[in-house]
């Protein structure tokens, strides 16, 4: 089962084991896992967030049910940066809900178009393009990878 208090767990000790502040990058139930960051001490070490395709709570315990425990939807404005990026066809968030969910995080939001959940599973390998959007919240991580990965 995947527990919210887990994962918050895993990511707080990530963060504090880190020399300096930050960049989050998530996928799905990954970018609840950040938003729910943005009540939390260690948000001021985060200095920005690329967030893919997340996942609406609601739809996900539905599409599977009895395997998420992260309680309800974050809805607070986050203390960071941070870019969203989801579809107009994502089968995990409606393209309603990932415009309020946009909203609410204070997040700026980029659109795909019909791109399912960005994954593997909807057409998408190693997302250089991803890369490039990481550079957008100034992240030293944010080169774009040698040609030859």
Known sequence: MSDLDSWLGRLESAIEASPGDVSLVAHSLGCVLAANLANHRLASRVRG????????????????PCVINFGRMPRSRLPFPSLVVGSLDDPYMSVERLRLTARCWGSALID????????IASGFARWKVGYRLLELLGSPFGRTPPANR
């Not at 967030?49 to 599977?64: I, Q, R």
Request: aromatic content about 0%; glycine content about 8%; proline content about 4%.
């Open 112 to 119: 795909l178009g019909e791109a399912g959940h960005i994954n």
């Open 49 to 64: 967030a690329l967030l893919v395709a997340p996942c609406d709570l609601e739809s996900a315990e539905k599409l599977h």
